[in-house]
């Protein structure tokens, strides 16, 4: 219990409570008489179940704290001691349910972005006042501060590790993700048909033929199979699991997790640190999905470590804009990694002259097979073999970094292929540097050679590129290559990996609604990032096992101690004195080992 609390208080956790609590104060006043749970009780008593995998339900955590701890840990946590001898716990258990419970909904009003009533059925009318009554500049503000609660107590799991862990790699990849996150309600409704229902409730005058209305009105239909689409802040969301265009998936009601979860890009698979979550928050499904990808590299820039790779699957990267997520990931200081939509293959645009294909910026006049090398296997075109040889040859043509951006997510200077100290490519409209080294190099003929129809990238000795700009987002390993293959692969199934154990029972199970009883988001977040914490603890644990036990393997055992009977020198036994072995002649018992020299 001890442990437990020392890391609630060591997540800094606390003082941002009393932080919102005295920014929400309405009054001057002296208050009311002090709560008899605090804060700080409820968070251990929640770590103290997590650990144990029980059901993370508020009764447990009264229990808990009312009967299963000893004198001394009820007044670590400052709660009320009675004779238990004298006192029968049934009679004070109604008492201490209705203090935690209330101890937990002071904590939950102060990060709620949704306040709601959530006791009663209501109908599609009412949903619909809640809905118009619903502020957004106030969900912002106490969405940020959920986000904050988690954050901390994720950077305090990150902490936890040894700092010959921490400092082992001192950059930070991440593979980020949604999965579904179900309600202790599960009746839902869909904004697109919302109108027609209320309609329906109006024309009705027996209210008792209507069937029971939704219970939370900020909850979403998650698409379990198929394409999912991403509706960003001010627009509704239209998802209706009726409609005939959905015929075939699979809905369920709830919410989305948006986790975060640390790979190793220079040694894919490698298992140099524990693989863990180290951002996470909860959203309402297909909205904003780009946002909170972006507040999860914010949230992982606080860690202390230097950004590195981001990836993530086609949801993210290949589909959202680049001023939604790309540019404001980019200023994380985050590459991206992701696999390119079908439809954005190939050339996709260009800037200056230059041709924008997958990530790269290349010359004008590149070979057509080279460009259309990812295309053309999809399609069945060429083999693979083929096409890794063609993109591997295309590299030559792509333009030369001469300057990095500044600042991240700013212009890059770019110079084409066959000019500077190092060229890959040859070309008639440029001349090669004398200490070029001499080798042979792919040729480029350019369609004209006439001044006034070529573009920047063939006049001038570089050019300013927008990389934010591009429909195919620059990469941190060449498209198709092995080296993207490799931690692409690896990357993915970190997070899925990481996604099945957090929701598989038994541990956190993190999906299941009755694991936590308590409606709304807010609520549901506050007992999801307590069991991160544990899953991260337990996955730090199991790392450090698994490391000691490598270590056992490759280090030879110490010698043992020598026995009584070795501890004089004996001729019987063979033995000196000192437990080394002493050898003798078995037909005369003479010693075979060079002769000491005589006492005189």
């Known amino acids: 219990m001890a442990l437990a609390e020392a890391r609630v208080r060591k997540a800094g956790?606390?003082?941002?409570?009393?932080?919102?609590?005295?920014?929400?104060r309405n009054t001057d006043g002296m208050g009311g008489r002090p709560a008899m749970i605090s804060s700080r009780a409820v968070l251990t008593a929640f770590l103290l179940?997590?650990?144990?995998?029980?059901?993370?339900?508020?009764r447990r955590a009264a229990l808990l704290l009312q009967v299963r701890l000893s004198p001394a840990s009820q007044e670590l946590l400052g709660l009320p001691q009675s004779n238990r001898d004298l006192v029968d716990p049934s009679v004070s258990k109604d008492r201490w349910y209705n203090n935690t419970m209330r101890a937990f909904q002071r904590m939950n009003s102060l990060m709620d972005p949704y306040p709601q009533e959530r006791y009663t059925a209501k109908t599609h009318e009412m949903i619909q006042a809640i809905l118009d009554a619903h502020d957004p500049v106030r969900a912002?503000?106490?969405?940020?501060?959920?986000?904050?609660?988690?954050?901390?107590?994720?950077?305090?799991?990150?902490?936890?590790?040894?700092?010959?862990?921490?400092?082992?790699?001192?950059?930070?990849?991440?593979?980020?993700?949604q999965t579904y996150v179900g309600t202790p309600t599960t009746r839902g409704f869909s904004h697109n048909t919302i109108k027609d229902k209320i309609a329906v409730e109006r024309r009705t005058a027996d209210f008792g033929q209507i069937a029971p209305g939704p219970v939370d009105a900020f909850a979403g239909w998650h698409v379990g199979n198929g394409e999912r689409t991403d509706y960003k802040r001010g627009e509704v969301d239209q998802t209706?699991?009726?409609?005939?265009?959905?015929?075939?998936?699979?809905?369920?009601?709830?919410?989305?997790?948006?986790?975060?979860?640390?790979?190793?890009?220079?040694?894919?698979?490698?298992?140099?640190?524990?693989?863990?979550v180290v951002a996470a928050s909860l959203s309402i499904p297909n909205r904003e999905v780009a946002e909170e990808a972006v507040d999860l590299l914010r949230a992982a820039t606080t860690l202390g470590m230097e950004p590195g790779v981001a990836d993530a699957d086609k949801q993210y990267w290949a589909n959202s804009v680049p001023s939604r997520l790309l540019e404001p990931a980019l200023e994380t200081g985050f590459t991206p990694s992701t696999e390119y939509r079908a439809d954005r293959l190939g050339v996709q645009g260009g800037q200056h002259g230059a041709l924008a294909v997958e990530g790269d910026m290349l010359c004008p006049n590149t070979p057509k097979p080279h460009v259309t090398a990812t295309p053309?296997?999809?399609?069945?075109?060429?083999?693979?073999?083929?096409y890794k040889a063609r993109i591997k040859e295309r590299k030559a043509f792509a333009a030369h970094v001469k300057e990095k951006a500044k600042t991240p997510g700013g212009k890059v200077i770019l110079r084409c292929p066959a000019l500077g100290p190092s060229p890959t490519v040859t070309c008639p409209l440029r001349e090669t540097m004398v200490s070029a080294a001499k080798k042979a190099r792919p040729h480029v003929e350019p369609e004209t050679l006439e001044r006034e129809f070529l573009d920047k990238i063939c006049t001038q000795d570089s050019v300013a590129f927008d990389l934010t700009a591009m429909r195919q987002p620059a990469q941190a390993f060449d498209y198709g290559t092995d080296e993207w293959e490799e931690f692409h692969h690896h990357a993915r199934n970190t997070v899925e990996s990481e996604n099945q154990q957090l929701k598989a029972s038994g541990d956190e199970d993190i999906e299941t609604a009755g694991r936590r009883r308590v409606r709304g988001i807010s609520a549901a977040q506050i007992i999801i990032t307590v069991l991160l914490v544990n899953h991260n603890i337990r996955k730090i644990a199991s790392f450090l096992d698994d490391e000691q036990r490598r270590e056992r393997k490759t280090t030879p055992a110490a010698p043992a101690p020598p026995r009584r009977r070795e501890r004089w020198a004996n001729k019987y036994t063979k033995t000196t004195g000192n437990g080394d072995i002493r050898v003798y002649n078995t037909k005369d018992l003479k010693r075979t080992a060079e002769p000491q020299p005589l006492r005189t």
């Open 240 to 276: 209706n699991p009726k409609d005939k265009a959905n015929a075939g998936k699979v809905f369920d009601w709830g919410w989305v997790a948006n986790l975060a979860v640390r790979v190793d890009s220079e040694e894919p698979g490698s298992k140099r640190f524990p693989t863990i």
């Open 140 to 177: 912002a503000k106490y969405k940020a501060r959920l986000n904050e609660y988690t954050r901390l107590f994720l950077r305090m799991t990150v902490m936890e590790q040894p700092r010959a862990i921490r400092r082992r790699y001192k950059k930070l990849d991440l593979s980020f993700d």
């Open 13 to 24: 956790v606390l003082e941002r409570l009393d932080q919102w609590a005295f920014e929400d």
């Open 376 to 386: 053309d296997v999809q399609k069945g075109i060429i083999d693979i073999a083929t």
């Open 49 to 58: 179940l997590a650990r144990e995998s029980s059901p993370m339900h508020v």
